[in-house]
């Protein structure tokens, strides 16, 4: 496959759709299977970020990136987590379909029996929260009038509670076995998120029919 | 080094050299179709701004001056053109014609092509109302869009109060009215459908003839779709907009028009005709605009208006995408 010509400029050729690699990949391509697209090449042991398939152009990356390609409009369209989606909220995609799958829950936590959460909250004012998502955890505490201090980490999460950097984290939830290994559990369900299919503002106008038809397509995949 | 506010930058000479002449390539349409280029103060009274739209007014840069007047610095030009004719050009001969080259100021998150103080190119056709008022704004941006060399670029046309009444046709006030028309502004159709959904006498039927609407974008057969939806706001909304594409095709610029009745412009001060400027080669929108018959009103002055805005800067971006996909795809 060609790498020359994959500039920014675009309008022309199969539509680019990002897909998230990590926890979401699977699902992804099985939904892309589901429609039509051959997707046994991403599924291989290529270390290629892009790949060609009958009419789509799928290229890999993580899903935290997939706003920011989207947006610019250097992939058309794209799946993502609400999650995700939330945490950018000021990237400008159009969020089209929710795909149901991929569905965990952004919750509070603290640890099993410690009163550190309420005790911090009631004698010191505020809560010293941990997570990988700033801006939806700083939403939700202000807009349930609680003032927290957010600390912003990237790895493992759960660690922040247990050896004293934070009272308790806010993170996204699956089977909640990471919490139960921890000795953490959930103290406030914040939203559920699931996977999103979003499109880039000018490919939704330009390349219209294109984009209602793959909408369509992942739509009746869905009712299925 | 001595930094620069976020959102700011310098222009150095090869880049400025492109930009004056995209300027005067521009400037030279406008004048040709006799609009007039006038220049406002980059500071305007606060009050002032406001009363042109009290939301987007929210001006992001504001400060007092010695006499403790609240300042601040405009967000667009269509509002210091309405002060501008509302105080200088009472009882002057229609249409009026003005056009502009001129910095505005908004806390964006600056990329390129967005920067928080930006250049806008536009017009403003004061005292001509809808539809053909409107056909002509079109025709100038055309040729200017020509003038750049952006031959590929698409305008979208949509209109302005299809939603508001159709909000109000549903029954759907106040707060979950506002926040509707934002999840519609922003596309978010996921959240749109469960809002609308949760909304005490709105059935799923409405809900989807909802959704459906902010979809329909294409040729002129889209009115005919959006018709088969029903409603009376639908009714008039597509009766505005197929007048205003008539009046397009008499002047023989409808060709790289798409009706998009999902459009919907974030100020608001707009009325009816809307519209908005994409080019292939760029993710973002090169600038919009559309009929504004209410906002000199707020100036004492009652004139059907209309106008349109590029931004400089993502026009120019979108001339080096082009040419590089001239150079490779094509």
Redesign the interface.
Known sequence: MSVAGMGQARGEGPLRLAVPRGALLGETLDALDAIGIDTSEVRGESRSLIFETEGLTLVTMRPSDVPTYVEAGAADVGITGKDVLLEQHDRVVYELLDLRFGRCRMVLAGRKGDQRLGESQRRLGMMRIATKYPRTAERHFEQTGRQVEVIDVKGSVELAPLIGLADGIVDLVATGRTLEENDLEVREEILECTARFVANRVAHKLRAREVDGLTGKLREGLAR | MHPIPPGTRDVLPDEMRELRRLHLAMIEVFESRGYGEVSTPAIEYDAVLARGDGRTADSAYRFFDERGDLLALRSDMTIPIARLVASRYAGAEQPLRLCYLANAFRAV?P?RGQMREFAQAGVELIGAPAPDGTAEIVEVLEATLDAAGLD?A?I?LGDADLYRQLLNELGIEGEARDSILDRLA??????LEVELSALDGIGDEQVATCIALS?L??GKEVLDEARSLGGAAVERATARLGETFEALEARGVADRV?I?LGLLRDLGYYSGAIL?V????????LGGGGRYDELLERFGVNLPAAGFALYLERVHVAQM??E??GG???
């Open positions: 998150r990329q590929r698409v979208g922003a596309h978010d159709l996921v959240g979809q974008r294409g798409q998009d908005e994409y080019d292939p080669a760029l993710g973002h929108v995408e082009e590089s996909v490779g795809a094509r």
